[in-house]
């Protein structure tokens, strides 16, 4: 296993040199099933196609549902299917970026498996980590899964839509997180009403225009 | 990989030995994270726990928050923290039950980490497999994650409750679970109402029958 993550740790850091080369801001996004991922790539590319060169990656046991959906944008699309595997690797990401022209890419989101354990021991070469917590999952969650939590670069609360039909506390949940993470930001949206979703705007903007843009 | 497999299932085969020798059925519980597992397994428990002897393992990557909430009702519970694992392995079983009194079970709830992928591939030596599917995790989850909708034995759709806050259409959830899976049963459900739960409790009950006072 130690084996499996250092020859995976190298891939990722040539994955790193390759979008660092290429200007390309790499997501890596993770979460449960569910969680509302796909939704929320829909939505961000909505906000900032007009501005930046942006592709997908979706990564997924089976299926093509989710690059589809992706493509009926217009947006580049790479479906990788895992067969039974649990997370992506840095080498199905060397593989997928054959097939997109990097130089007309500012923005390359990769959807992970929906999953809250394993993508966290698997870095891809990503600029940031996004994960996702949705609202009826409960806020209990950083307990149990507190590795992914603690590896994470901004943590997307989403589905705030749904907060009355659950008991979630989201100071609970800011209060474990940041134990486990003081670093991460917090932001809690709704990809269905869009209610919250301009603060994340301007956090992957921000880094967006660092790397497209540098001073 | 195919070793770790085959030596799960050794260990998982004497499990189910000794849980037929001691007549305990035997759950494993399946779910992504926050699709309401633990709920489920205290509304079975109240419904069942003036009939039945009842004993719970809970599987987590860390903290003993699921532990605490059995046996705050006061049902012995065992928890198995993996560590970083993604799936519980029968052998964790067989240890955890050296810490239960079989004689004075009849159900036991294994409550399996929070994952629609890994636990798939490691049998524990239960009686029956139950895969719990959320609302707002989604109808499209079957497609993305097959192998654990494939190997269950009952599917609770959980949170109906949340119906009218999604586009989930049940329908079309059942024609892609009953596609990979034609034998499995379907059982919509909320576990914050109790809408649909007897038709769960009768499920289990005559299986529990079978076991406890076989004819």
Redesign the interface.
């Known amino acids: 296993m130690q084996d499996v993550l250092a020859a995976n740790e190298n891939t990722a850091e040539e994955n790193a040199k390759l979008f660092r080369d290429k200007r390309v801001l790499v997501v890596n996004l993770m979460a449960?099933?569910?969680?509302g991922k796909t939704s929320f790539i829909l939505r961000t590319i909505a906000a900032l196609r007009d501005a930046y060169g942006i592709a997908v990656i979706e990564g997924?046991?089976?299926?093509k549902?989710?690059a589809e959906k992706i493509k009926a944008q217009g947006i580049p699309s790479i479906q990788i299917n895992t067969g039974?595997?649990?997370h992506l690797e840095a080498s199905m990401i060397r593989q997928a970026v054959d097939y997109l022209d990097l130089d007309e890419v500012d923005l390359l989101i990769i959807e992970n498996?929906?999953?809250?354990?394993?993508p966290?021991?698997f870095t891809l070469g990503e600029s940031a980590r996004v994960l996702i917590l949705?609202v009826?999952?409960?806020d209990?969650?950083p307990?149990?899964?507190?590795?992914i939590f603690k590896g994470s670069d901004i943590l997307i609360v989403n589905?705030v839509?749904?907060l009355e039909?659950t008991d979630f506390d989201m100071e609970r949940l800011e209060d474990v997180v940041l134990s486990l993470n003081p670093d991460v930001k917090i932001v809690p949206l709704s990809c269905r009403t869009g209610d919250g979703f301009d603060e994340w705007l301007s956090w992957i903007k921000e880094r967006l225009e660092a790397v497209v843009r540098p001073s």
Request: glycine residues 14%; contains cysteine; hydrophobic residues 35%.
């Open positions: 449960s099933p569910g969680a997924d046991l089976a299926s549902v989710d039974g595997g649990c498996v929906g999953n809250l354990v394993c966290a021991d949705s009826p999952e409960g209990d969650k307990l149990k899964y507190p590795f589905k839509d749904m039909l």
